[in-house]
C-alpha cells in the first residue's frame, strides 16, 4: 500500500513538472499552480491520485506565498500614490463590493455556495484565496477553477482590450529602476522560515482569519515598510513548491460528480467575470480623471487580475508603472485582508437567515480543514 501510494505522488510530480515547464515558457500566470491544478484534477477523477495533500504541507505552501506576496510591497511604490491615495483606496474597496456582489449572484447556482461564490470572485490574489478558501469554509475547487479563469481570461484580453481601445504609443517604453540587493538565498530561507511559523502563530493569536497567509503577509508588509527586510527574496523554486501545493490540495479533491458541478457553474462564472471586467474598466476611467492618468494607466492600475501582464503592458507602453503596480499590489492586499472577514460575516448571515446553512465541512473533501483554521 505504501508503495502504492508512493507511486501517485511520484506520478503526480513528474507529470506537474512536465506541464509546468511549457506553461511557463508561453507566460501562463503562476504556471505552477495551474499546471498543478489541472493534473491534480485529471489524476483523480481517473483515480490514481494521492487522497490529499497532508496538512503540514499546506500550511508550508500558504506560509511560503504570504511572504512571496509580502515582498511586493515597497515603500516608494506605495508612496508613488501620494496624494490620490483616497481616490485609489475608494477604487479598490469599489471593487471588492463589486467582486461580492457578483459572487453573492454566483451563489444563487445550485451547486455553489453564497460563501464559495464570494471567495471565487473576488479580484485579487488568487493564489492566496484559493490557499485558505477550504478553512474558511469554501470549496477551493470551485474557487481555484473560477479564479484562474478569471485570471486567464484577464491576462488574454488584455492586449487587444489595449491595443483596440487604447491605441498606445508603443516607441517610449518606461526603462524598469534598477533591482535592490536582495539578500543571499540562505538568509532567505531563514527569514522565510522564520516569518512563515511566527506569522502564522500571531495570525492565529489575534484570531486572524487564514492565520497561515495572511499572519506571515502582514509581518513581510511591515518589515518591507519599514526597510527592515534584509533584502528578503523568497528562492523562485520555493515559491514554485508553494503554488504546486495549493494547487494539488484543490486538484486532488476533485470527483467526476464535483466536476460536473464546477462546469455546470462555469457559463454563470464567465459571464460575471466579463461583467466585472467592464466594471472596474468604468472604476479605471474614474480614477483616471480624477489622478490626472491617461486613460490607459487608469485602466491598468483597476485591472481585476493579471499583474504581472498590466507590468508588461504599463512598462511597454511608456505608462506610469509605480503608480499602476502600487494601485495593484494595493488591491491585492486589501482583498487578501477582507475577503477572509467578509466571508465570515457571510457565514454568520447565511446560517441566520439564509435557507441553505453554511457549514465549515461543505463537501466531503474539505470536511479536514487545514491546520490553521480557527
Not at 49 to 59: T, Y
Amino acid at each position: 500500500m505504501a508503495k502504492w501510494q508512493l507511486s501517485r505522488w511520484l506520478l503526480l510530480a513528474v507529470v506537474t513538472a512536465a506541464v509546468t515547464i511549457p506553461l511557463t515558457a508561453i507566460g501562463v500566470p503562476s504556471a505552477a499552480l495551474f499546471a498543478a491544478l489541472g493534473v491534480g484534477i485529471v489524476l483523480a477523477l481517473a483515480s490514481v491520485a494521492p487522497a490529499r495533500v497532508p496538512r503540514r504541507a499546506g500550511l508550508l505552501a500558504q506560509g511560503v506565498l504570504g511572504v512571496y506576496i509580502g515582498t511586493m510591497v515597497h515603500a516608494d511604490a506605495i508612496g508613488a500614490i501620494g496624494a490620490h491615495w483616497p481616490i485609489v483606496l475608494g477604487v479598490v474597496l469599489a471593487t471588492l463590493l463589486i467582486s461580492v456582489a457578483a459572487g453573492t449572484l454566483m451563489g444563487l447556482h445550485r451547486d455553489v455556495s453564497p460563501l464559495t461564490g464570494a471567495l471565487a470572485l473576488v479580484a485579487g490574489g488568487a493564489s492566496g484565496l484559493v490557499a485558505i478558501a477550504r478553512e474558511l469554509g469554501g470549496d477551493d475547487r470551485v474557487v481555484a477553477v473560477v479564479q484562474y479563469l478569471r485570471v486567464g481570461l484577464v491576462t488574454a484580453t488584455m492586449p487587444i482590450v489595449v491595443t483596440l481601445v487604447f491605441r498606445p504609443d508603443r516607441s517610449h517604453p518606461t526603462v524598469p529602476a534598477p533591482e535592490s540587493v536582495s539578500a543571499p538565498w540562505y538568509l532567505s530561507l531563514v527569514l522565510v522560515a522564520v516569518i512563515a511559523v511566527g506569522g502564522a502563530a500571531l495570525g492565529k493569536m489575534v484570531r486572524l482569519p487564514g492565520a497561515g497567509l495572511l499572519g506571515p503577509l502582514a509581518v513581510t508588509v511591515a518589515l518591507e515598510l519599514t526597510g527592515l527586510s534584509f533584502g528578503l527574496s523568497v528562492p523562485v523554486v520555493l515559491v514554485q513548491i508553494g503554488y504546486v501545493l495549493i494547487g494539488w490540495q484543490a486538484g486532488v479533491a476533485f470527483t467526476k460528480d464535483s466536476m460536473r458541478a464546477v462546469g455546470r457553474a462555469l457559463p454563470l462564472a464567465l459571464s460575471l467575470i466579463v461583467a466585472l471586467s467592464v466594471a472596474t474598466a468604468g472604476l479605471g476611467v474614474v480614477l483616471a480623471r480624477v489622478a490626472g492618468l491617461t486613460p490607459l494607466e487608469g485602466y491598468l492600475a483597476t485591472s481585476p487580475g493579471g499583474i504581472y501582464a498590466v507590468l508588461a503592458t504599463a512598462v511597454e507602453t511608456g505608462s506610469d508603472v509605480t503608480f499602476i503596480i502600487a494601485a495593484q499590489v494595493l488591491r491585492v492586499l486589501v482583498m487578501l485582508f477582507l475577503a477572509p472577514l467578509l466571508a465570515r460575516g457571510m457565514v454568520a448571515v447565511t446560517n441566520r437567515f439564509g435557507r441553505r446553512r453554511q457549514s465549515l465541512a461543505i463537501t466531503e473533501a474539505s470536511r479536514e480543514p487545514i491546520a490553521v483554521a480557527d
